[in-house]
């Protein structure tokens, strides 16, 4: 029997870098659940610290404001590492644009077509379809085939806050998704899914991030969240439900793995030393 021991429950670490960028409606969603609170002074955990699963969150700062917020670059070198120790992640908002720059990819601060706010339509590209997180969403909207991702038939509705954005993923990345104003709505690096849109979010964070900035019409998004209620708790739902069967796959082939050497490696062998004394329990065989 191996003596390896893995938790029934994923377990999945969480960074949050605005007080008011919450993990919201994933509470509940993504296993045995332990936030890192970095703008209360939480330290950036190491990749041995972060479990089964990293996810990371949005926030109020921009993906290159190191002097804002002094832990940004150890959280572009974990998410780095992330993707070199194969590790499921999930980075929403600015942290897909922090997993964007991890991998040597760039984003626009402030970046020209403004703030893409309220709730809108993300189209799913055919390439979605074989992404382990993002096809239950696609199959969700009704595509079944590439064929079917052809034109922008086939969306899905989330809530979107940003004016930032990325404009070059990493070299080798999947592009997966995008919407009227921006084109990297998600794409996967490895290991790590990067999303702009916020699954996460209902209508009372929605609203919470419209009341601070002046061009957007705080009104028409608490209208267009309320309306759209059921399929944002939905879609979010199913995209935390994908990323944590994603998590239990990847723990399943690493223990598969790990059982696999202990197999082949056997048990330690020891040394018979003739001269050694015997216990007195056993006595020693007549000559």
Excluded: K
């Amino acid at each position: 029997m191996s003596e390896i021991e893995f938790s029934a429950v994923p377990r999945v670490t969480v960074l949050q870098h605005s007080s008011d960028v919450p993990v919201d409606r994933f509470r509940g969603l993504l296993g045995d659940l332990r936030v890192v609170r970095l703008f209360d002074g939480d330290p950036v955990p190491t990749l041995d610290e972060c479990g089964d699963g990293l996810v990371v969150l949005g926030g109020q700062m921009n993906a290159y404001a190191d002097d804002a917020a002094p832990w940004l670059p150890a959280v572009r070198s974990l998410l780095a590492d992330a993707v070199a120790a194969d590790l499921p992640t999930l980075a929403v908002c600015l942290g897909a644009q922090m997993l964007a720059v991890a991998g040597g990819g760039t984003v626009a601060v402030g970046a020209p077509p403004g703030r893409e706010a309220g709730v809108l339509p993300v189209y799913w590209r055919a390439e979605a379809l074989e992404d382990p997180v993002l096809a239950p969403l696609a199959r969700a909207a009704g595509a079944e085939t590439a064929e079917d991702l052809d034109g922008r038939g086939v969306a899905t509705s989330f809530v979107q806050m940003h004016a930032d954005a990325v404009i070059e993923p990493p070299e080798g990345a999947q592009w997966l998704a995008w919407s009227e104003m921006y084109p990297y709505q998600a794409f996967r690096w490895g290991s790590a899914l990067g999303v702009q849109f916020h699954p996460e979010a209902g209508p009372t964070t929605a609203v919470r991030w419209a009341l601070g900035y002046t061009e957007v019409e705080t009104a028409a998004v608490h209208a267009c969240a309320v309306e759209h209620d059921d399929e944002l708790r939905r879609s979010g739902e199913l995209l935390a439900g994908a990323f944590l069967d994603h998590v239990r796959a990847a723990v399943a082939a690493r223990r598969q793995r790990e059982e696999a050497a202990v197999v082949a490696t056997g048990p330690d062998e020891q040394e018979v030393d003739g001269s050694a004394e015997l216990p007195e329990s056993v006595e020693a065989p007549a000559a």
